[in-house]
T-cell receptor, first 110, second 112 residues
Framework: AQRVTQPEKLLSVFKGAPVELKCNYS??????LFWYVQYSRQRLQLLLR??SRESIKGFTADLNKGETSFHLKKPFAQEEDSAMYYC????????????FGPGTRLSVLP | ETGVTQSPTHLIKTRGQQVTLRCSSQ?????VSWYQQALGQGPQFIFQ???????GRGNFPPRFSGLQFPNYSSELNVNALELDDSALYLC???????????FGQGTRLTVV
């Protein structure tokens, strides 16, 4: 069965510190992995997807198929990064729809 | 280009009633998906419509049903409401199935 886990419900870091939001998945086929973000009072929006290999707002994520992980990283956290982050998986075995993790709330302290 | 809009934003219903939630997809998108997000959880996939046909369904009972119209807007209908149906219902549209999903602001449904 398809599943996405995010072990941390809340992650607090100080401004300027590195941040890593963990995401692990289980999927029998070839998945596409995404990170979605929800800032306060805003709608859920795409942050990045693994196939584009982009760096958005300083965030990067590498798909590690051996460890079935897709951790989100940023070398220097900013206060405006405080938000709810969801890891999501999409695959042909699931009607091309998204399986979301439970989310991690990132709090960047001044 | 307009984004995904959902109506109403908030709704209170009584257990056993029926409810219809509406979603206008983003211009040029032919795929609409619905998600249920309970408090403190990630969105859970309900179903997807692609060009007016159901294109996948999550683990939700048949009392959750939907429609997609020729203009690609969509409705989510829930019959025989239960207290556990209280949640934020999210609609997302995509250019094609499996591509980036653009989410609406959600409809907060409270069942009392």
């Amino acid at each position: 069965a398809q599943r996405v886990t995010q072990p941390e419900k809340l992650l607090s870091v100080f401004k300027g510190a590195p941040v890593e939001l963990k995401c692990n998945y289980s999927y029998s086929g070839s998945p596409e992995l995404f990170w979605y973000v929800q800032y306060s009072r805003q709608r859920l929006q795409l942050l990045l997807r693994h196939i584009s290999r982009e760096s958005i707002k300083g965030f990067t994520a590498d798909l590690n198929k051996g460890e079935t992980s897709f951790h989100l990283k940023k070398p220097f956290a900013q206060e405006e990064d405080s938000a709810m982050y969801y890891c999501a998986l999409s695959g042909e075995n699931y009607g091309q729809n998204f399986v979301f993790g439970p989310g991690t709330r990132l709090s960047v302290l001044p | 280009e307009t984004g995904v809009t959902q109506s109403p934003t908030h709704l209170i219903k009584t257990r056993g009633q029926q409810v219809t939630l509406r979603c206008s997809s983003q211009s040029g998108h032919n795929t609409v998906s619905w998600y249920q997000q309970a408090l403190g959880q990630g969105p859970q996939f309900i179903f997807q419509y692609y060009r007016e046909e159901e294109n996948g369904r999550g683990n939700f009972p048949p009392r959750f049903s939907g429609l997609q119209f020729p203009n690609y807007s969509s409705e989510l209908n829930v019959n025989a409401l239960e207290l556990d149906d209280s949640a934020l219902y999210l609609c997302a549209s995509s250019p094609w199935p499996g591509t980036e999903a653009f989410f609406g602001q959600g409809t907060r449904l409270t069942v009392v």
